[in-house]
């Protein structure tokens, strides 16, 4: 196949374009990156994505074209709608973020919780990304880029709503308190109560670029819509269990009570909305499957986490006094 992707350099683009070149696939990689490194199986395009509309053309026509950042504005708008009659279809990489749900978990939207798992014919929000707005970032919505992008009768376009993501090379580093917490040889890590039990649809990066390969190159995916994201779901507290499983650290997870909890400890949000999205109708229908075992992918990522540099000073003096409060020996 002839496949196209607009970014393809990051944390999770880059697996999916290692993963079709192994299947020889022809990848164009169409990206603003221009010190990544080069690799003579992908032809990359250099483009400001402002800028993209003018460079549609020259690219060819393509079998599929894979929007991997709909966050970030091509041309001031949304990247697939640009390849409508110069592509068969289109695969948009989306977010859980799209459910009611999650606007239910920040407080943005009115309701009782929604009842989890999340299929994908789940409520969607009827507002902004609370996320977005709380940051005032410039970023589009993942949702008005769905449904921008799906208006074209002629133009197919597949939907994959990925979880938490975590990995070697994760941007955003979720693991790294806790993981800075085992490197300093903490006795104990505390959780908020309401953290300690709410639930999250995570995903290790490898596994989540395979399910991505799977909805770009397997014809039962034309216009479907797809969640990721490994099973089961496990609490906080179990993903911590599992992190210090994966570093060998042998302090406690403690749960304390909200009120207790140190100030960076706490959690805000609504609790009681989960955010546990449904994954069997990827399983079912393209036989998607895990390749890499829990602490497998968790050993990868902490062992990525520690050969940074710790450059981050922690002041765990209220861990202290809630440790020494509570009975626990440093």
Do not use: C
């Not at 592509?87 to 009611?100: I, P, Q």
């Not at 210090?244 to 805000?268: I, K, M, N, S």
Request: overall charge negative; charged content about 30%; cysteine-free.
């Amino acid at each position: 196949m002839r496949i196209i992707m607009l970014g393809g350099t990051g944390f999770v683009g880059s697996r999916v374009v290692k993963l079709l070149v192994v299947g020889d696939h022809e990848v164009t990689i169409v990206h603003r990156r221009v010190e990544s490194r080069p690799d003579p199986a992908v032809r990359h395009i250099h483009v400001d994505f402002a800028d993209l509309a003018g460079s549609v053309g020259s690219l060819g026509h393509a079998d599929v074209v894979i929007d991997m950042v709909p966050h970030e504005p091509k041309a001031g708008g949304h990247g697939l709608p640009l390849f409508v009659g110069r592509a068969d279809r289109g695969v948009l990489v989306s977010s859980g973020d799209v459910y009611r749900a999650f606007a239910r978990l920040w407080g943005t939207e009115p309701g009782d919780p929604d009842p989890v798992p999340l299929a994908e014919d789940a409520p969607l929000r009827s507002s902004f990304a609370p996320d977005i707005a709380a940051t005032g970032d410039r970023a589009l919505d993942n949702l008005d880029a769905e449904r921008v992008s799906v208006q074209a009768p002629s133009f197919p376009v597949s939907i994959l709503r990925l979880p938490a993501v975590h990995g070697p090379r994760d941007p955003q580093h979720r693991i790294r308190p806790y993981v800075q917490r085992m490197r300093d040889g903490r006795p104990a890590i505390f959780l908020d109560d309401r953290r300690a039990r709410w639930r999250w649809s995570r995903g290790y990066v490898d596994d989540v670029a395979a399910a991505i390969v799977l909805g770009t190159t397997d014809d039962r995916a034309v216009g479907r819509i797809y969640n990721v994201g490994s099973e089961p779901a496990l609490s906080e507290a179990e993903w911590v269990a599992a992190i210090a499983d994966a570093a060998g650290w042998e302090g406690q997870v403690v749960t304390v009570r909200h009120e207790l909890a140190p100030e960076d400890a706490r959690f805000d949000m609504d609790a009681r909305q989960h955010m546990v999205m449904d994954s069997g109708r990827i399983r079912s229908e393209l036989g998607y499957a895990e390749s890499f075992p829990l602490l497998d992918g968790l050993r990868a990522t902490v062992e990525w986490e520690l050969s940074l540099p710790d450059e981050r000073e922690q002041d765990y003096r209220p861990e202290d006094l809630l440790a020494e409060r509570l009975g626990i020996p440093r």
